[in-house]
């Protein structure tokens, strides 16, 4: 996987937000709501007894006869968790009827594409960085990182996808994935979500537990708007059920119905819980996505 230089420069002047604070680990570039001994002052309190001296500003007691405390705010480091579904739908691509070949590349592509940029960020930022595939179940993590130095080996590890594919269970993922999990923070799912399960059991489960959350849903455009006539005989790409369908303009308009109820529940599911949810399809640039998508009104990076 390659990532010029030169938009790499461009993400090092973006952090990712966090809506909550989280108890970090060690000093990083972002501030948290603690108050400590950084160099970053936040406010002033009045000396009690046991306080230490050093803290004291002596400048305000010098014209005021009284003795005040200097706070700071304490930066840490937050734990990102990058979700990545690797299952068979999200594969699937597009593919020109007459050669075969795929138009475009596939959504876990370009969801591996994101998961690089953000984990960069996240890296850049001495965040504690971890990313992990699922599908049917929650696969082996890369391992937390933090600092750039730990880059290559996060490519390495989106470099070297599950052999098999499998089916989505996104409860089952999540629920290993919080269970194993004891350093709260922010997790990042990408998948298309598409479950027969739902989703709303899993991500109440993270929410539960005490995790932000926030979705990036990869769409292909051809599943939102197909584009096949006629006698056809599509094949589940997660179960391999097949089935025969006759694709005319009543049927393409019950399933936009249908796609657009889902997609529109999965937004109004995160709106109300104040999980945060973006799109986007592999007809996008993963570059674009970022740079505007990702930090258009109170995006995921800012």
């Not at 803290?55 to 706070?71: A, E, M, P, T």
């Not at 990313?131 to 929650?138: A, I, P, R």
């Not at 999990?181 to 109440?204: I, M, Q």
């Not at 796609?259 to 819980?273: A, H, K, P, S």
């Amino acid at each position: 996987m390659f990532f010029d230089s030169a938009f790499l420069a461009r993400l090092e002047r973006l952090h990712l937000l966090s809506c909550r604070a989280f108890a970090g680990q060690s000093r990083a570039e972002r501030r948290s709501h603690k108050l400590g001994s950084s160099l970053e002052f936040a406010d002033y309190r009045t000396y009690t007894a046991g306080d230490d001296l050093r803290s004291v500003d002596w400048n305000i007691y010098g014209r005021s006869d009284k003795l005040f405390l200097k706070l700071f705010e304490e930066e840490e480091d937050l734990h990102v968790y990058l979700l990545i579904d690797t299952s068979a739908s999200m594969r699937w691509t597009a593919t020109d009827a007459r050669t075969d070949t795929p138009l475009r590349a596939s959504k876990l592509d370009l969801a591996r594409r994101i998961a690089g940029t953000l984990a960069y960020i996240g890296l850049a930022n001495l965040d504690r960085v971890n990313v992990h595939y699922f599908s049917e179940n929650l696969g082996a993590d890369l391992g937390l990182g933090r600092g750039k130095s730990h880059f290559h080996r996060a490519l390495q590890y989106l470099d070297r996808l599950p052999a098999d594919a499998g089916q989505t269970d996104l409860a089952r993922s999540l629920r290993a994935f919080g269970q194993k999990t004891k350093r709260r923070g922010l997790v990042l799912v990408l998948s298309d979500f598409f479950d027969p399960g739902g989703y709303e059991e899993a991500l109440s489960y993270l929410l539960y537990q005490r995790f932000e959350i926030q979705l990036i849903q990869l769409l292909d455009p051809a599943e939102l708007n197909p584009r096949l006539r006629g006698d056809l005989r599509l094949t589940d790409s997660e179960t391999g059920q097949a089935y025969e369908v006759t694709a005319n303009e009543s049927l393409l308009r019950a399933y936009e119905r249908e796609v657009n109820t889902f997609l529109t529940g999965l937004e109004t599911f995160c709106r109300r819980r104040r999980i945060g949810y973006r799109r986007a399809t592999t007809d996008v640039g993963f570059e674009d996505f970022v740079l505007q998508t990702l930090r258009g009104g109170g995006g995921l990076v800012a």
